[in-house]
């Protein structure tokens, strides 16, 4: 396609209106349930590539010209993603002090009103799914299923499954296939259905949807990859947390299995696979692939 | 209406139902995040009487037949009850132990465990809002309204305001106006949001749906009255957990406002309130006027 904006600044053009739609629909809390709000608020705005709304915005580009019109959908995405940062962070949890170069959560206010921070944002995720300014632009149908994708990304069967295996796993010596469904469950999951939900809202058809969900698999995966590589090789400052805290707590990770050579090659192997994937796609993935490469390369 | 079964019969016929569901429905996990999964079960299947998603029915069997069309719905709402629970039990909030005449959660289990036990039932409600049984027998426009008004009610407007302001308010002098202000967001709008929701899903119209709210509220309100009655006067054995704890606590609840007697006396004037309510809902409203008096009543 021509007159394609670089990817750079179709990124931080995507992320200015996630964020400023992120102000336009938080709610407005008076009152005595004013300090959660300010808590989750304190997370939300912390900062953050905004990778999975981004990922919505995008899936639903691939359909329709307007991705305008799912702001708030998007929106809840970045609300879960904050809510499980905010309760990996806790001392029962991972035990992390910072996030994003600021104190996490818990330790800018206290941890009952960090849990219940998370809560409110898990919550006010499904609030957004079901904004009435999405519900009067969206099939009501092809919502539903988009809902059913991310809870189901994100629940028993996905992200907190995968949080439990990874508390269960720290410390002791773990096999690939344990390491597999961590990662397939703790992050890949929510990034595909991030990507997949745009394009369900968009009434994409069945097969497309298919492949789609495998190139998300395959992205969250380099995605977790290059996280658990840049916790080695990372730049703290960059990164706005402690590096090196996946050895610390004897995390298991592609690096502790494979080393840093062989991790970084299995990484760009698989990038070439989701750029295959994204060619059986009779679409314009111009932008996909580039972040597909991006996020191989990307420092932070 | 004639030939209708004694309300005891009734709320056991659909406790009955709803506890079969919870088990239909329940995800099947297998693998490392099956802890989690036992967990919340754990805590899912610890009793109670189910009166949310029985509400839920009821407000849907005011204009539909068969209830067991919003089976998956009504179960959703009790996820989001036990998830609701095991959190406010946890150390850092109400710190209990017992539940139900059993271990707390994160006693059975341990704090993380239960925290993402508590996260999986949130997130699962919502999946469960969006099942296919739901999605191909209901309206997906009213589906998506219903999902609304509920994560709205327990959300940073509802419970989770709640549950904050009544952590904020413990050990200090507290005022009537600040304690209307905490029953009516940790337990009343998820009450009211229970009923209304069934009545939604049935497609009711808006000026019946004003009315049920209205009553809504004033059942969750005469519900929590009671609770905090039951906390004083009620017996352990019977309600499963310590009494006396919001004493100890020191809690701002309606008995250390305006003593037992003035307590009682309020909710019995709430419930004519309530009735009166009903009275001007031009439909059977038998069971819905018996469960009030029920929940005045109980002992549990």
Redesign the interface.
Known sequence: MDNLKPLQAYLEEKKRLIEEALDKYY?K?R???K???EA?QYSLKAGGKRLRPILCLMGYELYRNSSEDILPFACGLECIHT?SLI?DD?P??DDDDFRRGKPSCHKAF????A??A???L???A??L????EV?KRI???A???A??KV??A????GM??????D???EGKRGTLQ?LK??HA?KTVAFIEASLVSGALLAEAPSKEIKILSKFGQQLGLIFQIVDDLLDIIGDEKTLGKPVKSDLKKKKLTYPSLFGLEKTRKMAEEMTEEALNTLNKLEKDTTYLKELTLYILNRAH
């Open positions: 709610p809390i009152g005595y349930g300090r959660v709000a989750a809510y309760h806790l029962c949890m206290d941890e009952a009103t849990i219940l998370g809560d409110g898990l919550t006010l499904f609030e799914f079901t904004h009435p519900v099939s009501p149908l919502l539903t299923k809902i059913h809870a189901q994100v629940g028993f069967r907190v499954a995968g949080q439990m295996a508390l269960l796993a344990q469904w961590i469950h």
